[in-house]
Each structure stands twice: as C-alpha cells, then as structure tokens.
C-alpha cells in the first residue's frame, strides 16, 4: 500500500514537496538525511545539538581524545544537506495520522517517517544501576568517567573502579583505564561479566589475551558473575561479597527505547522495531525504521557501519515510496570490527577469525578520521578547523600514551 501524500509547496520554487521527518540524527538518521534529495521537505529532529562518534568514546577515559574531537554540530550539517533541523524530544509517532508529536506537543506531519533512535542502556532491572552507576553511552558520560578517574588517581588510599559488562565496551573502557593510570598499583580495576569469558559471542582468543596483559596488574575478572544490586559505595554479587567502588560503570549494552512501543512500532516494550528486509515498519507502511533501533527479519550486530549502511538504504527506498515505484532489500556489507584495548592492544574481529596487534591501532584511528571527514566534509571554515583539531588530536593523544 502506498500512503496518501499530503505534500508542502517548496517556498523557492513553488512545486508541491512530500514531508519526510527523521528522528534521530546519529549515525543512521545523519545518514538517511545526507541521502535524501533537496526535492523533500525534510525535517530532521533529535534531542541533543551534536552528532557523536560513539566508537571511540572510551578514549575519554585516559584523555587520548576530548569532547570536541568527537562531535559535530547537527545544525549545521543538516544546513549543508538542504533540510531543516530541530532540537527537539519526540514522543510519539503517530503514523496512521502521519504526524511526529514532540514532548512539548509540536506536530511534525510528515509523507514517510525514517526512525533512527538507537537504543537505551540494559540495566535488566538490576537496583541502583540507573543511580548510582555511570553509563557509557555517550561523550559526557566518558568525559564525566575521565573526570572521576582523575580525581581518583589523586588519593592518596587505595581505590577501585568496577567495570559492569566484560562485553567490547567494558574491553576498551579497562583498556583505557590502563593506558593513563596502569602504573598505580593503589587502583584496582573489576570487571564483572555474567557470561563465561570477557566478550562472550567474539572468538575465545580475545578473552585470553586481555587476561594475559592484565596478568600482573590490578584487575580482576569475574566473569559467570552477575550483579544484583548497585549501591553508592558497593557493587552487589550474586557469588557473595560485595565489591567496594569508588566509580561504577555500567556497560551492560542496549535495548530498545520506549517510543518504539509507544508508536506501534513494536509490539513489546524492549522489542526492536519490527522491520522488513527493506526496513520498512510491518506495523506502519510510512515508517522506515533504521539502525540499531530496527529489528531485522535476519538479526545484524549494532554497529556503526550498519547504521551507516541503513541510513543510505532508507533515504533510497522513501524516495521509491513516494514515487510508488518497488523498494529494495538492505544488504549489509560485512566488515570487521576493531576492538581497543588501549595501549596494549587491538582486535580485529572477523567473522570467528581474530587478529590482534597494538599496531591494528592506527588503523581504528583511520576509520574514525577518514569517516568523520566523510560525514562532514572540510568544505567550509568550520569543519575544516573540525578536521585540523581532530587530527592534531590523534597526535597528542598517541604522545600522551606510554
Ligand atoms: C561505547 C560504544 C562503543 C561502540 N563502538 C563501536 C565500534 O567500535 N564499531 C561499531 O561499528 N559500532 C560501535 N558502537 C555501536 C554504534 O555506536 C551504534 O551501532 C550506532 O551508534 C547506532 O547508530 P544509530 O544512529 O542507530 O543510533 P544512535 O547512534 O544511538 O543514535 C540515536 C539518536 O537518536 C536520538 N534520539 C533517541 N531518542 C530520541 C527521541 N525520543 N527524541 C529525539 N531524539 C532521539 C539520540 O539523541 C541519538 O542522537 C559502539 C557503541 C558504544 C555505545
């Protein structure tokens, strides 16, 4: 079924333009906007200003990289792509209607709707971890957690962080950690992991190795252990005694965010939205859902790349939508993925195949320069000091590392 169009008239030229709304402006809504041609009225939303390169947010933590070097700002970029931006927390999508509502209760109708919200962090309901434990998904948490760090490294007594979730982002966080304070044996370092080994679903070869370099440092792993409660100055255990923590940081992965509930997108809340291979909504045939919020028929890791991938995929297949012509299936471009564990090491994951060397490094420092140059390219004065800043950066922040 085609949806009815309501289209707008473009001010410029007077020519009737459908209404496409994005939510979510990080890796896959930034994307699907970028693809979409001038001929929309495109209005992208999201709830924050910045754009931001959550795939090396750990670097925070040892202050290899600082706020700045890992965002962009939306506004702009959505300028350059010829829509409109807007700072805003969405609510609801009302599809049948075709209207995205805001919490302040502005509408925003819209032909075909891409939603690209990501996800929320997985505390599966464990006590205090809201609370009294810090996320890891975002740049201010990392910069906040760097802070912390700081501050702890300046006590004179003993100390200890507990790192919740041993799965890549609990990996690259310890790694960080070790890179700026490994040389201070009064900080001890937990890492509490439910699965059996420290990134339980990756090739077995990644989990020797961490505890290899961690061999004669102050880390512990406690991995088949789960936490049950999170207090401000204790991690509980289901295995017995509690841990003391001075800083608790949650990397226990994501789920999937209320809206997509609340709009019909899924029918359970914590479901991924429902999605054909052509990340179409099975729920609402106006609505492209794209990224780690879309619940494939074939599941796919949620990783940047894809999200990326997705976003290309969806503005195509709104414009087909709207001209009524056959969408088409997204197919995914496998590539590795580069775990860090800060100075010591890296990882290069493919498939069940693992290399790993401390020199794979230069190579996630690549892909983070190469491909925010693509998302903002150095055009105009300020993405070029952007680019200039973020590769003086890579500089300082390989010196500061031992
Ligand atoms: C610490 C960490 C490390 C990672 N490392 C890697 C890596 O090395 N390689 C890799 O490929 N992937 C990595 N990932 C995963 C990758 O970052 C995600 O797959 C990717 O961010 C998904 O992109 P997305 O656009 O779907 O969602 P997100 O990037 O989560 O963006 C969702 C956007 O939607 C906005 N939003 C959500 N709800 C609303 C609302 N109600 N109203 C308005 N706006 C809203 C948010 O503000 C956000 O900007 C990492 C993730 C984390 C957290």
Redesign the pocket.
């Known amino acids: 079924m085609t949806p009815r169009r309501r289209a707008t008239r473009s001010p410029s030229s007077g020519k009737s333009q459908p209404r496409v709304v994005i ?7 930034l994307a699907a906007a970028q693809h979409l041609g001038r001929e929309y009225a495109v209005t992208v ?4 200003p910045w754009f931001e390169w ?2 090396n ?2 670097e925070l933590l040892s202050g290899v990289k600082r706020r700045a070097d890992l965002r962009l700002p939306r506004a702009r970029l959505v300028k350059r792509a010829g829509h409109r931006f807007v700072r ?3 609510a609801r999508i009302d599809a049948p209607a075709g209207a995205v509502i805001t919490s302040s209760g502005r509408r925003f109708p819209f032909d075909a709707c891409i939603v ?4 929320v962090d997985e505390t599966f309901g464990v006590p205090g971890a809201d609370r009294h434990a810090v996320s ?2 975002g740049v201010d948490d990392c910069a906040k957690i760097g802070r912390s760090l700081a501050a702890l490294a300046k006590r004179a007594g003993p100390c200890s962080v507990v790192i919740v979730g041993g799965g890549f ?1 609990g990996v690259e966080a310890l790694g960080e950690i070790l890179r700026r304070y490994g040389d201070r044996p009064r900080l001890t370092v937990n890492v509490v992991e439910a699965g059996p080994r420290l990134m339980p679903g990756s090739p077995p070869a990644i989990d020797r190795a961490v505890r290899k370099h961690c061999a004669r440092r102050a880390v512990r792993f406690l991995t088949g252990t789960r936490v049950t409660k999170v207090t401000p100055a204790y991690v509980h255990l289901d295995s017995g005694k509690p841990l003391h923590s001075d800083l608790t940081i949650w990397t226990g992965g994501v789920k999937a ?1 209320p ?1 997509l509930r609340k709009s019909g997108l899924s029918d359970r809340e914590g479901q991924w939205a429902l999605v054909t291979p052509a990340l179409r909504s099975k729920r609402h045939d106006n609505v492209f859902v794209i ?3 879309a619940g494939l028929p074939r599941p796919l890791g ?4 894809y ?1 990326l991938q997705m976003g290309v995929c969806a503005a195509g297949n709104v414009e087909r939508m709207l001209a009524g012509r056959r969408l088409r299936d997204f197919k995914p471009s496998a590539k590795g ?2 775990v860090a564990f800060g100075a010591l090491d890296t990882f290069l994951i493919a498939g069940r195949s693992v290399i790993a060397s401390p020199a794979l490094a230069a190579a996630k420092e690549a892909v983070f320069q190469v491909t925010m140059a693509q998302i903002d390219p150095p055009l105009d004065g300020g993405a070029l000091r952007g680019a200039a800043r973020r590769f003086l950066g890579s500089a300082r922040g390989r010196l500061l590392s031992p």
């Not at 939510?23 to 809504?29: I, K, S």
């Not at 939303?45 to 924050?48: A, G, P, T, V």
Request: no cysteine; charged share 20%; aromatic share 10%.
């Open positions: 939510v979510g402006a990080n890796f896959a809504g939303i999201d709830r924050w959550l795939p947010i750990h805003a927390e969405v690209a919200v990501g996800g890891f998904k982002e965010p809206l990224g780690d919020a949620k990783q940047a790349y999200a993925m580069l």
